[in-house]
């Protein structure tokens, strides 16, 4: 599904991605790691929003820097989320519906969105990160990429983007960048750990999970 070969990004001389290479297959994937360690810097690269510096990278078996098609397959929530403050929720994912196909009425219905006619700027940072997902879930994309997912959410609503998540990945492959991680275990099938630039670990969700529990104990104060 994702599929990365000493994949570089460089800003200046700050090296945030140095060589990374993982063969990520169909499922629910995961990454995690410390703050600079490059998971959102390869989060941005497999949504062709960066351009490599150097190494290979191919999502879905295309470019994601080159092929204007790839993005028509795939969903993708960003954060922070960023809106024209002046549509409304509905404006704004009546938009990608075009782009894409799917249904505005579905997704809000989904996500329980009852704020869509109101204009963006008078959204809580919750609302614009439900809104940021809404556009990711829209038209059955074959590739939902999400990048903090539960960030700015209230525990119930936590619960329902987990409870989304899982009825979507029996057709859905994920791609998931999150330092709140714990809640998303039960719907996950693997885990990266990502830091200084290089994959330093992955596995199974099992397997992982009590090595993640691990080394955050050891992190804190």
Same mark, same amino acid.
């Given at each position: 599904?994702?599929?990365?070969?000493?994949?570089?990004?460089?800003?200046?001389?700050?090296?945030?991605?140095?060589?990374?290479?993982?063969?990520?297959?169909?499922?629910?994937?995961?990454?995690?790691?410390?703050?600079?360690?490059?998971?959102?810097?390869?989060?941005?690269?497999?949504?062709?929003?960066?351009?490599?510096?150097?190494?290979?990278?191919?999502?879905?078996g295309k470019d994601p820097w080159v092929d204007a098609?790839?993005?028509?397959?795939?969903?993708?929530?960003?954060?922070?989320?960023?809106? %024209?403050? $002046?549509?409304?929720?509905? !404006?704004? =994912?009546?938009?990608?519906?075009?782009?894409?196909? @799917?249904? *505005?009425?579905? #997704?809000?219905?989904?996500?329980?969105?009852?704020?869509?006619?109101?204009?963006?700027?008078?959204?809580?940072?919750?609302?614009?990160?439900?809104?940021?997902?809404?556009?990711?879930?829209?038209?059955? %994309?074959? $590739?939902?990429?999400?990048? !903090?997912? =539960?960030?700015?959410?209230?525990?119930?609503?936590? @619960?329902? *983007?987990?409870? #989304?998540?899982?009825?979507?990945?029996?057709?859905?492959?994920?791609l998931l960048i999150s330092h709140i991680w714990e809640p998303l275990?039960?719907?996950?099938?693997?885990?990266?750990?990502?830091?200084?630039?290089?994959?330093?670990?992955?596995?199974?969700?099992?397997?992982?999970?009590?090595?993640?529990?691990?080394?955050?104990?050891?992190?804190?104060?």
């Amino acid at each position: 599904m994702i599929k990365a070969v000493e994949l570089r990004k460089y800003f200046g001389s700050i090296k945030a991605l140095d060589g990374l290479t993982v063969d990520m297959p169909k499922g629910v994937n995961l990454v995690v790691g410390p703050n600079g360690g490059g998971k959102s810097t390869f989060f941005k690269i497999a949504a062709g929003v960066y351009r490599p510096t150097g190494g290979k990278i191919r999502v879905l078996g295309k470019d994601p820097w080159v092929d204007a098609d790839f993005k028509r397959k795939v969903g993708v929530s960003f954060d922070p989320a960023a809106f %024209p403050p $002046l549509m409304s929720g509905r !404006e704004w =994912l009546s938009l990608f519906a075009e782009y894409r196909g @799917g249904s *505005v009425k579905d #997704v809000a219905d989904l996500l329980e969105l009852d704020f869509l006619d109101r204009r963006v700027r008078e959204y809580s940072s919750g609302m614009r990160k439900k809104l940021s997902l809404a556009q990711a879930f829209l038209g059955d %994309p074959e $590739l939902i990429m999400l990048d !903090e997912p =539960l960030a700015n959410l209230d525990f119930d609503s936590m @619960g329902k *983007v987990v409870e #989304v998540i899982d009825e979507f990945r029996d057709g859905s492959s994920f791609l998931l960048i999150s330092h709140i991680w714990e809640p998303l275990l039960p719907v996950v099938d693997r885990i990266y750990l990502i830091s200084n630039g290089k994959l330093v670990a992955q596995g199974g969700r099992d397997e992982m999970a009590g090595r993640l529990k691990a080394i955050y104990s050891l992190s804190e104060p």
